[in-house]
């Protein structure tokens, strides 16, 4: 009989059996201890996941499809806000994220993620052994599961910590699909300061969606969830290359790209696109949602309580007036602007950008950069109040010729001149430190010459001024006259640059008020969420049953009348003349672009703001560059800083809207006319120089002859005023004639005028009661007290020992040879240059001039403290 053979026990089994029954019981209970330590953690990690609730941000799983969704005029996603979250964020599914972010993230953060069940004991066992042999983190265990725990519920890094982020992980595994929770990470997850999600960092980084990116530039965002603050590439980039190449390295070793395609993205640079790429215009957004901008912006009834309500609701979307690539081409002019200017002490800048006829804003940046905290970059220097500096100019000019009669070619006196105010005399001066005499209006405004203009806002009162620079929506201005006197033609009170522009589009529009509009309309809750299918292929404001949505008001088709209308064209020919601001700005100025632009610029006291506005008849542009904490810049102008970045913008805003010629004006309202180039009158026989002018109908009978020129015989021998003299011994001139507040400048600046005297080699002149050597003052002519001012008050000094004195001074016409000056009744006889040292004295005091062959001033009034 064959015997069976049977195997027997093994080595260690037959060890076990001669083990005495003591040892093998002591064997077993270590064996059941140690099976025991090994399955608790996993039995107390089941317990815990499934006592602990999954997120409520999970259980609703249209979370995301509520959030309020901006969109730009076209239908383009601006961003996505979330209530209470000021993270830039916009949902994207995962259907529509593209494969190489999703390969790239699983090499980055987790390559076991489509095996484990939310904890990945391999990695947790790499980590802890890591951590043992090397005495520092290596690497982490944290799936990707793990890392969304820990961003749905923060929890301190502690053992126990750590414990609930797993627990939490594997109850998310148990109630999501794997393709629904990398969703979620790819949405949820900080990629960037102040970025949640991988769609606003695509479009923040690289101005693109996460479809459309490269490898490289898929690593790189996969690289950042590791430390969104150390890889920000705002802060360099070379941190953030060297993490996505070794990126690039795992998705090789994984199989998850191919040897050439890591080979490729491995020399792709980390091209950022330029700040203001996909930022979806952050300060205009704020702007609306707390109703900074008005009800007439295109708020829903309510103002800025009902703005925010849309966003609680968070079942909206809001499809704002601006136009997304012009928004981004100005975001990047101005942060170049500022880039160049940094030498000169100019540290922010602002654009607005305005449709004339509709008051739609179309580009908004109110600053340069709003990440820039050293700049105050989160301020708005769109809505902040600033001084307009001489860009209120306009304004002031066609207010006097609506009530003062002036025209275009009203001639007004740049000479030096004092005002009186609460705070003292006020002695305003050009920005080139010289006086022009007497100039046209058109001439005034174009070069910006500051006298006229406080000379026309003093004729008018500042009570008139404030009450039409109210009326054109700059209700900032809210103090009394009196605060800010004549010099308020100069831009002394603050105003926002929107409400500039809009004045200035006031103007562009014949004199219409319309207030601007930043919201073209609501989509209401019903709607689709806009990253379904549906919301893409529908209008971004109709309503999910179809129905177009409840747009905000509009404004009305004719705004209010605000400018007289051919007043306001003619202001507008005068902005858009480029000869006649040669004298000023030369050739090839910031203002001179290839199509026609009114446009004026502005400069604050101590060179603290910079101001450049203009418009084509289709649009408006207003820059401000300066700093804002109110520090000056180095000697910046408006035509040398706003001035540039106006153009480029100005030129940006015409490929959107082409420009083209301004209207010509209404030949039933205006009539172009000649003057005389000196006097803006009617040109005589005697006028050298002729000029056309624009002026209105009503205006052109009232235009007298020139009275500036005149014909005066002169006897050669001597240059004297020719009276009997033989006709042989006189030739005949052409001369100029100014009344007394311009005759002390006409002499000084050696302009043509008439002798003052006769020659002593004829006879006496005629018509002169036969007074020899004395030529005529001419008819109506008045001397006048030039200096002090009416209403002077001056203070003397205790601690000056000297001579404290003030020069009285006296404008006199020519033919006048001496003058009086009769002060407290006191008369004192002064000839050429009719000025006289008077010691202060303490007290009130009286003064006017007296002139043979001329009238008396007026008496003014003047006191010394």
């Known amino acids: 009989m064959r015997a069976h053979s049977q195997e027997g026990p093994g080595r260690a089994g037959r060890w076990f059996a001669r083990l005495g029954p003591r ?26 996941a499934a006592l602990t609730p999954l997120p409520p941000e999970l259980g609703a799983p249209e979370d995301h499809a509520v959030s309020t969704v901006l969109l730009d005029r076209h239908g383009t996603v601006l961003r996505e806000l979330r209530a209470g979250d000021g993270a830039r964020a916009r949902w994207l599914p995962l259907s529509e994220a593209g494969d190489r972010i999703q390969r790239a993230l699983l090499a980055a953060e987790d390559k076991r993620f489509v095996r484990h069940p939310g904890v990945d004991p391999i ?24 890392q969304l725990a820990r961003t749905l519920v923060p929890r301190p890094r502690t053992a126990r910590g750590k414990l609930g982020e797993a627990a939490l992980a594997l109850r998310i595994e148990a109630s999501l699909s794997k393709r ?49 603050a150390l890889y920000d590439p705002r802060r360099g980039t070379g941190p953030l290359e060297r993490r996505r190449n070794r990126v690039l390295d795992r998705m090789l070793a994984a199989g998850l790209a191919g040897e050439a395609e890591v080979a490729r993205a491995r020399a792709e640079p980390i091209a950022l696109a330029p700040k203001g790429g996909g930022l979806g215009a952050p300060h205009l957004v704020r702007a609306v949602l707390g109703g900074a901008l008005g009800p007439g912006a295109g708020l829903p009834a309510g103002g800025p309580d009902a703005a925010s309500r849309i966003v609680e609701r968070r079942a909206t979307s809001i499809t704002l007036t601006i136009d997304r690539g012009l928004q981004r081409e100005i975001e990047v002019l101005a942060q170049q602007t500022v880039r160049g200017l940094s030498d000169r002490d100019v540290g922010a800048a602002a654009v607005v950008v305005i449709e004339n006829a509709t008051g739609e804003i179309l580009a908004y940046v109110g600053s340069h950069d709003i990440d820039d905290a050293a700049g105050l970059g989160h301020n708005d220097g769109v809505l902040a109040l600033r001084q307009p500096g001489s860009a209120l100019k306009p304004f002031v000019y066609e207010l006097a010729m609506e009530q003062l009669g002036f025209t275009a070619a009203t001639v007004l006196p740049d000479v030096e001149l004092s005002f009186p105010t609460a705070n003292g005399n006020y002695a305003p001066r050009n920005y080139d430190g010289r006086f022009h005499g007497p100039v046209r209006l058109r001439d005034a405004l174009a070069n910006s010459y ?25 209700r900032s201005l809210d103090r009394e006259p009196s605060r800010y006197g004549v010099a308020i033609a100069l831009g002394d009170g603050e105003v926002r640059l929107v409400d500039l522009a809009n004045a200035y589009a006031t103007l562009a529009r014949g004199g219409l008020y319309l207030p601007v509009r930043a919201v073209r309309s609501f989509a209401p809750s019903s709607s689709p969420s806009p990253s379904s299918p549906a919301a893409s292929s529908a209008s971004p404001a109709s309503s999910g049953s179809g129905a177009p949505a409840e747009p905000p008001a509009a404004p009305p088709e004719r705004g209010a009348r605000v400018l007289d209308a051919a007043r306001a064209r003619v202001i507008v020919d005068i902005l858009a003349d480029d000869r006649a601001r040669l004298a000023s700005f030369g050739e090839g100025n910031a203002l001179d672009l290839p199509f026609p632009v009114a446009a004026k610029t502005g400069t604050s006291k101590g060179f603290r703001d910079n101001i450049a506005v203009g418009f084509t008849p289709d649009v408006t542009v207003a820059v401000w560059v300066g700093n804002f904490d109110g520090s000056p810049m180095g000697g910046v102008s408006g035509i040398t800083g706003a001035g540039p970045l106006f153009r480029d913008a100005m030129l940006a805003a015409a490929r959107v809207r082409p420009p083209r010629p301004f209207d010509p004006p209404d030949p039933e309202q205006l009539a172009e006319v000649e003057v005389c180039a000196l006097s803006g009158m009617r040109p005589t026989a005697a006028c050298p120089h002729r000029r056309h002018e624009l002026l209105p109908r009503g205006d052109v009978a009232a235009l007298s002859p020139c009275d500036m020129h005149e014909t005066v015989r002169i006897d050669r021998r001597n240059g004297l005023r020719a009276g009997a003299c033989p006709d042989a011994a006189v030739e005949e001139r052409v001369v100029e004639r100014y009344d007394a507040e311009l005759t002390a400048w006409a002499r000084a600046a050696g302009r043509p005028l008439a002798p003052d005297a006769a020659s002593p080699l004829c006879g006496a002149l005629a018509g002169l009661d036969g007074a020899p ?10 001397v ?5 001012p009416d209403g002077a008050r001056f203070v003397l000094d205790p601690s000056i020992n000297s001579l404290q004195a ?15 000056f009769v002060l407290d009744g006191r008369s004192i006889e002064v000839g050429p240059p009719f000025a006289l040292d008077w010691p202060l004295v303490a007290g009130a005091h009286r003064l006017r001039v007296d002139a043979d062959g001329a009238a008396a001033s007026e008496e003014i009034a003047f006191s010394v403290e």
Request: positive net charge; proline residues 8%; aromatic residues 6%.
């Open 23 to 48: 040892a093998r019981r002591i064997l077993r209970r270590a064996a059941q201890i140690a099976l025991a330590l090994a399955v608790a953690p996993w039995l107390l990690l089941a317990t815990l």
């Open 773 to 782: 050597g004395a030529p005529p003052a001419g008819a109506g002519a008045r």
């Open 784 to 788: 006048r007290v030039a200096y002090p």
């Open 806 to 820: 003030i020069r009285l001074r006296a404008d006199v016409p020519p033919g006048v040879p001496r003058v009086r």
């Open 180 to 228: 629904e929770i990398l969703e979620q990470y790819l949405n949820r997850v900080a990629f960037g300061p102040g970025l949640r999600g991988v769609e606003a960092a695509s479009r923040f980084y690289f101005d693109k969606p996460t479809r459309d990116l490269s490898l490289a530039e898929a690593a790189a965002l996969a690289s950042m969830p590791r430390g969104p």
């Open 450 to 474: 500051n006298v006229p203009a406080v000379w026309a806002a003093a004729a008018l009162g500042p009570e008139r001024v404030l009450a039409r620079l109210r009326e054109l929506g700059l």
């Open 123 to 146: 990695a947790i066992a790499r980590a802890v052994g890591q951590l043992a042999a090397e005495r520092r983190v290596v690497s982490g265990g944290s799936t990707i599961t793990q």
